[in-house]
């Protein structure tokens, strides 16, 4: 309706620039769901420090960039795809939140298996796309999920059906330039949906990084759904630019014995801020989500955590890692929540922090919530700085001080870093290690 | 001289540890110096290797004509001094190999010889682990993660056959271990005696002494070395105990 969609981009006007939030073709549902994501952002704006969820991180500089939302014209870059393009994976390109089909690299994709951008799936598929698209109920709690929610135009559809196997990781590259919108930094909205169904096998790999240098925000949603008995592998890498931010919202549902691991690497941005929702919604599921930070500069990287316990015998381990240098500032806050009946329940949350300067900072919540009375539920979280015995250690081998602390910090790092299953993800954030620590060539001829 | 210890002062946390230790280690020597426990020994054995908890107030220390203290503990374990580890240090994530070929090659280059390759060092390695009889196993395992007090030990003289030091300290290598990873450990540092290496063994008890026959037994009482002596000193040691060199010290004091 015509009227509706005037009345929410009045509301969100101070921000989306005047944009209607309906889009032809669109469910009754999805056009609700926008208004009232609309609704909400326009109610609530950017969350200030005073609000739990937020208090350690201070998203004022995003708000003050006054970002508009980016046209959608640009070109991927050749030289930039081939630079973050994985050997051996397929490859879909998403740029400024607009799927880029004519630099899609797909070979052979096993019969039924859908990869196609979102805004042509909720035409050609509405159905399917209905079926699984803002069915979390994690969406409707952050302010970034219902900004893109109301703001989303494109991004990305992968369907796996039941039974059958994607033989090749896939890569969803997705890219943002800082190119101005008249005199003010873009804002994209990519929103990405993949449904794995039951008994069926996928290995994704979301790439976010950056044409150019320079302001921009990247403001994006991952919706996964792995059905009953499906065997789910999802890498997230994040390597915005250094003046970036990036706010992004995963959230997944996993079945029946699912087994489903996530690994997350952020690496750029100013300010990063990851929403991981992971509800495991079936008997047997098993869920694996481990992360990586590397800060320097005044990098803040902020994870906040929410782990659904829904149903019985069901294991969630967690592992993530910060390592920070300069004054730089990590925050993680983790909570496991066991509901009523979730019993046998397994689940571990740990999280562990380097500090490499004394400027540096890191925030540590790790929180349990369980409503069961027969699980296995542990937490821990560690800040502390290299190990002076084992630096002394090493330097009394002859391995000098510097050389010492990069192969303790690599050490360190490479404890998530060893656990990514694809072996070109795994070899890029190697070589990241040695070229972010400063004796990394030692490291490299070491280990 | 190779090791030329005069009149050194040290402290940790504020308190005085080592109140003027004398000791002069010729090239080709062994030399053991006991104590009771607090005595001073393994702070003796830090401050050589250049532990900064350390502080040393006083004194000086020669290693090749050259002052010791002045150095970071990298560069004086590439001019050839080795500590092995009372308490050896686990390294979660660093592989024993790949980390001693990082030490080795550091070395190498610090002494103007060309770096080994992963063929050389591996050729090396394997010949070396032989001689503490080592499992091979441990070569892939995390630095120390997860080894035994014994493996931990062995690994200590495993790491001291790779580097080659001219100076070997050893901080009571011998605790935690029974009869037989005492004779290994032994053997392994007996196999690399010779006239142009020296070693200064700090043990509590006599045992070890049995095996790595030293050429001189000091003792080491309350930061001072308050008596030297042939290797039958470590024998009247283990018959008398200490106290009567206790005894000593007080009507000296």
């Known amino acids: 309706m015509s009227t509706e969609g005037t009345k929410t981009a009045t509301i969100a006007a101070p921000f989306v620039g005047g944009r209607p939030v309906n889009r032809a073709g669109e469910s009754a549902r999805l056009a609700t769901l926008r208004a009232s994501a609309a609704e909400s952002w326009a109610a609530r704006g950017f969350p200030s420090i005073h609000e739990e969820a ?72 509405a159905e399917l796309v209905d079926r699984y698209l803002h069915r979390a109920e994690a969406l409707a709690d952050g302010p970034f999920a219902a900004l893109n929610t109301a703001m989303f135009e494109d991004g990305a559809f992968v369907y796996v059906p039941r039974g059958v196997t994607l033989v090749r990781p896939l890569q969803v590259i997705v890219l943002s330039t800082a190119e101005r919108v008249e005199t003010s930094p873009p804002v994209a909205f990519p929103r990405l949906l993949l449904v794995v169904e039951e008994n069926a096998e996928a290995k994704i790999i979301e790439t976010y990084a950056a044409h150019d240098e320079g302001t921009y925000w990247t403001c994006a949603v991952t919706e996964i759904w792995a059905g009953d008995s499906a065997r789910v592998e999802h890498y997230k890498i994040q390597r915005e630019g250094f003046e970036a931010f990036h706010t992004a919202t995963q959230t997944v549902r996993t079945g029946r014995r699912t087994a489903f691991s996530s690994h997350c690497v952020s690496l750029g941005a100013a300010i990063a801020r990851h929403d991981v929702n992971a509800t495991l919604d079936g008997e047997g599921g098993d869920a694996i989500l481990n992360g990586l ?155 | 001289m190779l090791l030329e210890i005069k009149n050194l002062h040290a402290k940790v946390e504020g308190r005085e540890i080592l109140r003027g230790v004398d000791l002069q280690v010729n090239a ?77 090659n550091a070395t190498r280059k610090h002494r103007g010889q060309p770096e080994l390759d992963a063929i050389q060092f591996l050729k090396l390695v ?90 001189f037994v000091h003792v080491l009482l309350d930061g001072k070395i308050v008596r030297s002596g042939g290797k039958e000193l470590a024998l009247e040691l283990e018959q008398k105990g200490y106290s009567w060199l206790e005894q000593g010290v007080g009507a000296s004091a």
């Not at chain 1, 390592?323 to 009523?340: A, Q, T």
């Not at chain 2, 700090?202 to 002494?209: A, C, D, N, V």
Request: hydrophobic share 40%; proline share 4%.
């Open chain 1, 54 to 125: 937020y208090r350690f991180t201070n998203v004022a500089p995003i708000e003050k960039a006054g970002c508009r939302p980016a046209p959608g014209t640009t070109v991927p870059d050749a030289d930039t795809l081939t630079r973050l393009s994985y050997d051996g994976c397929d490859r879909i390109v998403i740029c400024d939140g607009r799927f880029e089909p004519s630099f899609s690299r797909l070979e052979g994709l096993p019969a039924g298996v859908l990869v196609s951008g979102l805004a042509e799936a909720s035409a050609s598929q």
């Open chain 1, 293 to 447: 930070y590397m800060l320097s500069g005044a990098q803040l990287c902020d994870t906040h955590m929410q782990v659904e316990h829904r149903q019985p015998h069901c294991s969630s381990h967690e592992l993530y890692k910060g390592v920070l240098e300069g004054k730089s500032r990590g925050v993680f806050s983790g909570k496991i929540h066991v509901h009523p009946g979730a019993q046998k329940t397994d689940a571990k949350q740990t999280n562990r922090n380097l500090l490499l300067s004394k400027d540096a900072l890191a925030n540590s919540q790790p929180q349990l919530e369980i409503y069961a009375d027969d699980v296995k539920c542990t937490h821990g979280s560690t800040v502390g700085q290299l190990d002076a015995d084992a630096v002394f250690y090493l330097r009394s081998r002859g391995i000098g001080v510097d050389a010492a602390k990069s192969l303790l910090t690599y050490a360190f790092a490479s404890d998530v870093v060893e656990r990514i299953g694809i072996d070109a993800v795994r070899h890029d954030m190697e070589a990241f290690l040695f070229s972010w620590l400063p004796m990394g060539d030692v490291v490299r001829d070491a280990v």
């Open chain 2, 28 to 104: 080709g020597e062994v030399h053991a110096i006991m104590g009771p426990n607090g005595s001073g020994k393994s702070t003796l054995a830090q401050v050589l290797a250049g532990r900064d908890e350390y502080e040393v107030t006083e004194g000086q220390v020669l290693f090749n004509g050259q002052d010791l203290l002045e150095m970071a503990p990298e560069d004086r374990a590439r001019e050839g001094v080795f500590l092995a580890f009372q308490y050896p240090v686990e390294i979660p994530g660093v592989s024993n190999t790949y980390f001693l070929k990082a030490a080795l």
């Open chain 2, 126 to 215: 394997r010949e070396k682990v032989k001689l503490v009889g080592m499992d091979e196993s441990l070569l892939q395992r995390p630095v120390n993660e997860g080894f035994s007090g014994g493996e931990k030990k062995r690994n200590e003289i495993f790491h001291m056959a790779v580097l080659e030091p001219v100076l070997g300290v050893l901080d009571e290598t011998d605790s935690g271990l029974d009869i037989d990873a005492l004779k290994i450990v032994a053997d392994g540092v007996n196999t690399l005696r010779g006239k142009d290496r020296a070693f200064v063994v700090i043990t509590h008890y006599q045992r070890l002494l049995n095996y790595i026959v030293p050429d």
